[in-house]
């Protein structure tokens, strides 16, 4: 999708323009970062091997969008904002699904899980789609999904959903987890912020809202965002 088209959210996957630099290594792609100090050597290395970059839940800096870049091991994630002019294509966790992996690495338990519980997600009518590095795989196509990766999923709430609802959903994406032999993290997603989709299942608890401005404490994340 051309990112000119429409407003970047949270987990979406951006791809950077290395035609708007000179010479398209990775030094000229992670120049493309603003309000960026101290730019650890790994992130040029990185938007090298693969010129993606996630959307952070941050607030924007002027026309500046909030991203993260992702390094080889869990510990490297760095965190800039990029000029709209210096991003070719976006996509979304929800058009990521009609994306499907290599296949010598379809049968890792992080995609076996995303296909499994497709028919139930799609049951609750909400769109949906992955993120992490399961999502980043599909939206590049470098590896970056291993054995032991947890499944991302972000789902869209625009209106409240039940805690009974939220409970019956994480218990069959969990017990399907299960039995593939992986973990999945699901994180609801209101117009504005999102929150837990395990913490909100538990009756009778507030939930960490997480919002651009800052996490809070809320029992209705609807009504707080």
């Known amino acids: 999708m051309n990112a000119r088209q429409y407003e970047m959210r949270p987990h979406d996957l951006l791809k950077i323009d290395t035609l708007s630099s000179s010479a398209g290594g990775g030094a000229d792609v992670a120049a493309s970062l603003l309000f960026a100090p101290n730019v650890p050597s790994w992130v040029a290395t990185s938007l090298a091997r693969s010129p993606f970059v996630v959307v952070r839940r941050a607030p924007r800096l002027g026309d500046a969008i909030p991203i993260g870049v992702r390094g080889s091991t869990r510990g490297e994630r760095f965190g800039a904002w990029i000029d709209q002019r210096s991003i070719a294509s976006a996509l979304s966790p929800e058009a990521l699904l009609e994306r499907t992996p290599d296949s010598d690495r379809a049968h890792l338990p992080a995609f076996a899980l995303l296909r499994a519980i497709s028919s139930s997600i799609q049951a609750t009518g909400l769109a949906w789609g992955p993120a992490g ?81 800052g996490p809070r404490l809320v029992a209705d994340p609807w009504a707080a965002a």
Do not use: C, K, W, Y
């Not at 795989?137 to 209106?159: C, K, N, W, Y």
């Not at 609802?165 to 209101?190: F, P």
């Open 133 to 213: 590095s399961t999502g980043f795989e599909l939206a590049s196509g470098t590896p970056t999904v291993t054995p032991e990766s947890d499944l991302d999923i972000v789902i869209r709430a625009p209106s409240p959903l039940s805690r009974d609802a939220a409970a019956a959903l994480l218990d069959t994406l969990s017990r399907t987890a299960r039995e593939i032999g992986t973990r999945i993290d699901v994180q609801i997603e209101t117009p504005e912020a999102a929150f837990s989709l395990a913490e909100f299942a538990r009756a009778n608890l507030r939930v960490m809202l997480r919002h651009a401005d």
